[in-house]
């Protein structure tokens, strides 16, 4: 079994590669559990229901032209969905073992300024999907 560390992650936000930038991804996936009981049933049984996902990212904050504050701002500002990719490992060719999530989605939440006295200033962006996920293995 195959285990990976994130060392250079796969990010592009509306086609700006920000990758150099991430600390941490978070893909979540979800099927909503539809009860599935009815008069002399004795265990609980569900459903499958709707899937849903969503993606956090954070990482270090850069307010310069055409990085992750202007890029990220920029598509919140015109509540515009974009084109997402998150991907473990971006120097390695997409494959099976190495798959690029893609999707669309609009700006749920951003932190630009997450600033703490001493510390590297930091950015949280949550977005919210408008179309399907799709995981891509080809190359």
Request: aromatic share 8%.
């Given at each position: 079994?195959?285990?990976?560390?994130?060392?250079?992650?796969?990010?592009?936000?509306?086609?700006?590669?920000l990758?150099?930038?991430?600390?941490?991804?978070?893909?979540?996936?979800?099927?909503?559990?539809?009860?599935?009981?009815?008069?002399?049933?004795?265990?609980?049984?569900?459903?499958?229901?709707?899937?849903?996902?969503?993606?956090?990212?954070?990482?270090?904050?850069?307010?310069?032209?055409?990085?992750?504050?202007?890029?990220?701002?920029?598509?919140?500002?015109?509540?515009?969905?974009v084109?997402?990719?998150?991907?473990?490992?971006?120097?390695a060719?997409?494959?099976?073992?190495?798959?690029?999530?893609?999707?669309?989605?609009?700006?749920?939440?951003?932190?630009?300024?997450?600033?703490?006295?001493?510390?590297?200033?930091?950015?949280r962006?949550?977005?919210?999907?408008?179309?399907?996920?799709?995981?891509?293995?080809?190359p």
């Amino acid at each position: 079994m195959a285990h990976s560390v994130l060392i250079d992650p796969r990010f592009t936000f509306n086609a700006v590669d920000l990758a150099d930038h991430v600390q941490m991804l978070d893909l979540n996936v979800h099927t909503d559990q539809i009860e599935d009981v009815a008069g002399g049933d004795t265990f609980a049984a569900f459903m499958a229901g709707i899937r849903r996902f969503g993606a956090t990212i954070e990482g270090m904050a850069d307010h310069a032209v055409g990085e992750v504050d202007a890029t990220i701002f920029a598509a919140w500002a015109a509540r515009s969905a974009v084109a997402i990719a998150l991907g473990a490992d971006r120097t390695a060719a997409i494959s099976t073992s190495n798959p690029e999530y893609q999707f669309t989605a609009f700006v749920a939440e951003y932190t630009p300024l997450q600033h703490r006295m001493n510390e590297a200033a930091k950015f949280r962006l949550t977005v919210a999907p408008t179309t399907d996920l799709v995981r891509d293995v080809t190359p």
